[in-house]
Nanobody, 127 residues
Framework: QVQLVESGGGSVQAGGSLRLSCVTS???????VGWFRQAPGKEREGVAV????????IYADAVKGRFIISRDGAKNTVYLDMNDLKIDDTASYYC?????????????????????WGQGTQVTVSS
């Protein structure tokens, strides 16, 4: 089992940047770690995943070229650098992890495949 704690959310104007952090209780290399988001009235959706061991990453089309997921193994932390933020990026952002073996494809960037979740952090983008 692994515990996840997110931080870094806040309010920013469109075009701005934020960095979200997800501190895990175990080595991030042992888990596939993803960032998901949920806006009011919408389903939770995948944003980005960094896969266990290897450096493979995958992004939702809506954030490609703007968001970067990375990890610092020494700090047991996974980051989500969000640039050129848009109003549509407003949501609660969640960090999640699974130790299950999953393929590095968009088909696996779904909440149901992830077993452990953080409490979420709010990101609000205004015009």
């Amino acid at each position: 089992q692994v515990q996840l704690v997110e931080s870094g959310g806040g309010s920013v104007q469109a075009g701005g940047s934020l960095r979200l952090s997800c501190v895990t209780s175990r080595s991030t290399y042992a888990y596939n770690v993803g960032w998901f988001r949920q806006a009011p009235g919408k389903e939770r959706e995948g944003v980005a995943v960094i896969y266990a061991g290897a450096r493979s990453t995958i992004y939702a089309d809506a954030v490609k070229g703007r968001f970067i997921i990375s990890r610092d193994g020494a700090k047991n932390t996974v980051y989500l650098d969000m640039n050129d933020l848009k109003i549509d990026d407003t949501a609660s952002y969640y960090c999640a992890a699974t130790s299950s073996r999953i393929e590095a494809t968009s088909a696996t960037m779904i909440p149901a495949l992830f077993d452990y979740w953080g409490q979420g952090t709010q990101v609000t983008v205004s015009s």
